[in-house]
Nanobody, 121 residues
Framework: QVQLVETGGGLAQAGGSLRLSCAAS????????MGWYRQAPGKQLELVAT???????NYADSVKGRFTISRDNDKNTVYLQMSGLKPEDTAVYYC???????????????WGKGTLVTVSS
């Protein structure tokens, strides 16, 4: 089993910054993709940013230029540096990872329990 634990959520003022972290632990051979999704009240889950193991990234248009995703592959950890926060960034942020438990197994989608980010105006 693989566990993803997010930390770093909380309250920020508009224009401020927060940094989220997500550490994966358990039976891990390789993590192919790590990323962040979010769900605002009354809205669907949406992609925020993802990062492949070799470094390529993908961002939602709404966060480009404000958020930066990074990874520490040795620590199986992904980060999300959020700057220029807006009230519309308020959401529960979920960590996601596609994890291979061994070289002979396919990657499995894993999710954290989420961390709440609230941005006040």
């Amino acid at each position: 089993q693989v566990q993803l634990v997010e930390t770093g959520g909380g309250l920020a003022q508009a224009g401020g910054s927060l940094r989220l972290s997500c550490a994966a632990s358990g039976r891990i051979f390789r993590i192919n993709i790590m990323g962040w999704y979010r769900q605002a009240p009354g809205k669907q889950l949406e992609l925020v940013a993802t990062m492949f193991s070799r470094g390529s990234t993908n961002y939602a248009d709404s966060v480009k230029g404000r958020f930066t995703i990074s990874r520490d592959n040795d620590k199986n950890t992904v980060y999300l540096q959020m700057s220029g926060l807006k009230p519309e960034d308020t959401a529960v942020y979920y960590c996601n990872a596609e994890v291979q438990a061994s070289r002979y197994e396919i990657g499995v989608d894993c999710w954290g329990k989420g961390t709440l980010v609230t941005v006040s105006s």
